[in-house]
């Protein structure tokens, strides 16, 4: 049963709350004085530089004659464009995962040996301790897969030999055996909610060691265990193009920032879980399905661009959908002109709604990502140019493979668990010092008054 306070204590807490939203208000101005970058961002959105990397490189524009000039998004691991990698192993008709994953941990292509005792190495890393589905897994479920997902990791520290050492090797090997484990935390962790929130029979498949990544969350995930190859190829290329980007964005710097305190693996990937369960972060795609289901629903014609670009009007009006004022999926924090990962992942969703019977949703699809930026330049002061990012194709994938909502996010995990584990040896190794940004504090001083003076 969940645990419930009394009203009287729920009243309480709430007179309380007051005071923190009285006594937390910080002028807007003082940021303008103060020159302080919110969110580590200037007003072009261009990121105050906190650290270097060779694992990942996100560029979306170039320095001419000192002015900033945007240009088509870039996306580097380990300095390869993302679109070379994935075009390489969709040619030579391989699963990239795996392959991608060894880039990122060691900062090279493996040859054919070396892939193959990789994937070895990842089969051997998969197994989960005894009983812990049992025991840690099936007990009281959470009907957030990334609450449970972090329980998981949390919990596997108690089944660690060597959980404090920091020693590369030693890191490596917990970070191996995380990347791993991490489909069946969220998968197993999505039938026990399914079964003991819902009364769904429960299911629980065993991972096959000859299959990839995103083979094996098809088959676990569904009772029958049957996929097509398109979809497990399309499931692998999402994996590919989530796994990292850039040392900067939230939930790498969450890994870069616990790392550099010296902390235990662990506890550094649950915090970036905290940060990916974020609906501003890795929740975002849920956002952009909920967001095309009111739209379905809303406008008659499909085809209509002036109905659907009166919804996108509405929408950035706030008079629809959650009231918040945003076209979900449509905006970068860092790219302007354009997201590779949407570049390549839109070629890919076309083939799967083929497949689906479900060209009518990719044409609506379409025909938001082009109307969505001129509805925003009219409605909005912007400084940089709009448009769709991975999470705007990523959801619709998602709901064609028939994934549930409640895994959208782990998907999301799974894949940047790889680029937080680059990272996290990357910052044991290179840097040595805890990161410890500063805080201007704009409170006035006060005098000390007794409690018997006080009113």
Not at 91 to 113: C, I, N, S, V
């Amino acid at each position: 049963m969940p645990y419930k306070m009394k009203k009287e204590t729920l009243k309480d807490i709430a007179k309380l709350s007051e005071l923190c939203i009285c006594n937390d208000q910080i002028d807007p101005e003082l940021y303008t004085k103060y020159e302080v970058k919110r969110g580590l961002r200037d007003i072009s959105g261009r990121g105050v530089l906190a650290g270097l990397t060779e694992i990942g490189e996100v560029r979306s524009y170039i320095i001419q004659e000192s002015e900033m000039i945007p240009c088509e998004g870039k996306l580097f691991y380990r300095g390869m464009d993302i679109e070379a990698l994935v075009d390489g192993f969709i040619k030579e008709d391989r699963f990239g995962y795996e392959e991608a994953t060894y880039l990122l941990l060691f900062g090279e292509l493996p040859d054919h040996q070396q892939l193959a005792d990789f994937k070895e190495l990842l089969a051997d890393c998969c197994t989960l301790p005894s009983s812990f589905v049992r025991d840690v897994i099936m007990k009281a479920p959470s009907p957030d897969m990334m609450n449970t997902l972090a329980r998981s990791v949390l919990t596997l520290y108690s089944y660690d030999p060597n959980p404090n050492d920091v020693s590369i090797p030693n890191v490596l090997r917990q970070s191996l055996q995380l990347i791993a484990q991490f489909p069946m935390l969220s998968v197993y962790g999505y039938q026990a909610y399914r079964h003991y929130k819902e009364g769904e029979s429960l299911v629980i498949h065993s991972p096959e060691r000859d299959k990839s990544a995103a083979e094996n969350i098809l088959m676990t995930l569904r009772p029958d265990k049957q996929y097509t190859a398109l979809e497990a190829k399309i499931l692998d290329v999402a994996l590919v193009l989530h796994m990292e980007h850039g040392g900067g964005n939230n939930s790498t710097f969450t890994t870069h920032v616990v790392s550099s305190s010296g902390t235990d693996t662990y506890s550094t990937i649950a915090a970036s879980l905290g940060s990916l369960k974020g609906p501003k972060h890795g929740g975002a795609n849920i956002k952009v399905t909920q967001m095309f289901e009111d739209l379905q629903k809303t406008v008659k014609d499909w085809d209509d661009e002036a109905e659907v670009e009166h919804y996108l009007t509405a929408l950035l009006r706030k008079e629809a959908f959650d009231h918040a004022g945003l076209i979900y999926g449509m905006g970068h924090a860092v790219y302007s002109i354009s997201d590779p990962r949407a570049n390549i992942f839109k070629g890919f969703v076309e083939k799967l709604s083929t497949e689906k019977g479900l060209e009518k949703e990719f044409r609506l699809y379409s025909l938001v990502e082009r109307l969505a930026p001129e509805v925003i330049a009219k409605e909005r002061r912007i400084y940089k140019g709009v448009s769709a990012n991975v999470d705007f194709y990523s959801g619709f994938v998602y709901s064609m493979l028939g994934l549930p909502e409640e895994l959208y996010t782990p998907i999301f995990a799974i894949a940047r668990i790889v680029g937080w584990s680059a990272h996290r040896i990357e910052e044991l190794i290179a840097s040595g010092k805890i990161i410890r940004p500063a805080y201007k504090s704009v409170a006035p001083h006060q005098v000390y008054v007794p409690l018997q003076d006080r009113k």
